[in-house]
């Protein structure tokens, strides 16, 4: 039953490989961001609550978020395990993970933050069918336009250069100091997450072939 972790800076990679890797293992992606961006376009209490947190690149209060994941991982389907992207990102967090299950594995994605910031200002997404693009890694054919559905492509409103910058700030205090817990409890494993989206598709594809709970499909 594997229960992972992708833990790493913003804009190092995680939501573009959790995709493919969670469909390789198996398991339900979650992805908190994803599931808060949700809740807010749903106008509900809990996107209410968060919107302005997350538009200004700060961290959703443990409370909110930690619900949000106990609901989510307590459904049928993660009942064969799960790859959580984004969460834990404080030490409370993680604390209350182990609490619900343990982890794992934790794929800590390297990657040095003069790379993240360009990653992050050039990622446009489709709004309709969630597909995420670069202006420049990773163009869509026309530009500004969705290649699947011909939707004009939009930016995160996170995105914008002083949100990122306060993003790795936070990423910096709140969620770096997760990679010596977890090293500690040797479930720790890092990933180079340099190089082309298919180059870090090979690493992680070795990496969870030698994970004890790999179950491939
Ligand atoms: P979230 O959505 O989780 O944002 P994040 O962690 O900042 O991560 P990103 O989605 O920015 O980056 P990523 O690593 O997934 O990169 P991606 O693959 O897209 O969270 C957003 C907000 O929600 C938070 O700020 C917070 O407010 C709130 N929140 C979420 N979880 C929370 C929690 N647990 N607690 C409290 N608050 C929480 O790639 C980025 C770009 O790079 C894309 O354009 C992609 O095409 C490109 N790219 C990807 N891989 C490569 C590559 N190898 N080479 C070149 N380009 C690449």
């Known amino acids: ?14 939501g573009t ?28 209490a809990l996107g209410r609550e968060a919107e302005a947190h997350m538009r200004a690149g700060h961290l959703v209060p443990d409370d909110l978020v930690v619900r949000m994941v106990a609901e989510r991982i307590g459904r049928a389907d993660c009942d064969g395990g799960y790859l959580l992207d984004g969460f834990p990102r404080t030490l409370a967090q993680a604390e209350i993970l182990e609490g ?12 040095p933050e003069a790379l993240l910031k360009d990653r992050l200002t050039g990622r ?22 969705c290649d699947l559905d011909g939707e004009a492509l939009a930016q995160r409103s996170d ?15 709140e969620t770096e100091p997760l990679l010596a817990l977890y090293k500690r409890r040797g479930i720790l494993v890092p990933l180079d997450a340099v ?13 969870l072939a030698e994970m004890p709970t790999h179950r491939r499909r």
Do not use: W
Request: glycine share 10%; charged share 25%; net charge positive.
């Open 1 to 14: 039953m594997p229960r992972i972790v992708f833990l790493g800076p913003p804009g190092a990679g995680k």
């Open 17 to 44: 490989q959790a995709v493919g890797a969670a469909r390789e293992l198996g398991v339900p992606h979650l992805s908190t961001g994803d599931l808060l961006r949700a809740a807010v376009q749903d106008g509900s």
């Open 100 to 111: 619900i299950a343990p982890t794992d594995r934790v794929v800590s994605f390297e990657i």
């Open 124 to 145: 446009r997404q489709c709004p309709k069918c969630r597909t995420v693009y670069n202006v420049s890694t990773k163009p869509p054919k026309v530009s500004g336009i």
């Open 159 to 173: 995105d914008r250069a002083e949100a990122v910058r306060t993003r790795l700030e936070v990423y910096r205090t």
């Open 195 to 207: 190089g082309s989206p298919e180059e870090v598709t090979g690493r992680i594809r070795r990496l």
